[in-house]
């Protein structure tokens, strides 16, 4: 098993920036891959991004491509979420995910580990 607690969120104004890491423990991180998900108030959770257990493949949700990078230190089992022209609608919790494979890592189903979320507030 692993355990993941997100950290970095905030108030921050539109066109801010602010970096979330996610911290794993348990077994190899290495041997995850990560997703970063976020949900709205009334909303559902939802893809925001997703690497490869060594950073080699990321792929993100359209809404935050260009904006949003994903990054991960295996030596520190840290994945890190950096977040840059922040929109008010990526007002949001995020999560980080964990999961060995995924056959859709758009898919929150897919992934069997999760942290417990950071807020995220983007002010206009």
């Known amino acids: 098993q692993v355990q993941l607690v997100e950290s970095g969120g905030g108030l921050v104004q539109a066109g801010g920036s602010l970096r979330l890491s996610c911290a794993a423990s348990?077994?190899?991180?290495?041997?995850?891959?990560m997703g970063w998900f976020r949900q709205a108030p009334g909303k559902e959770r939802e893809f925001v991004g997703y690497?490869?257990?060594?950073?080699?493949?990321?792929r993100y949700a359209d809404s935050v491509k260009g904006r949003f990078t994903i990054s991960r230190d295996n030596a520190k089992n840290t994945v890190y979420l950096q977040m840059n022209s922040l929109k008010p609608e990526d007002t949001a919790v995020y999560y980080c995910?964990?999961?060995?494979?995924?056959?859709?890592?758009?898919?929150?189903?897919?992934?069997?580990?999760w942290g417990r979320g950071t807020q995220v507030t983007v002010s206009s």
């Open positions: 690497s490869s257990w060594s950073y080699s493949n990321t």
């Open positions: 995910a964990a999961a060995v494979r995924v056959w859709n890592y758009a898919s929150r189903n897919e992934y069997n580990y």
């Open positions: 348990g077994r190899t991180f290495s041997d995850y891959v």
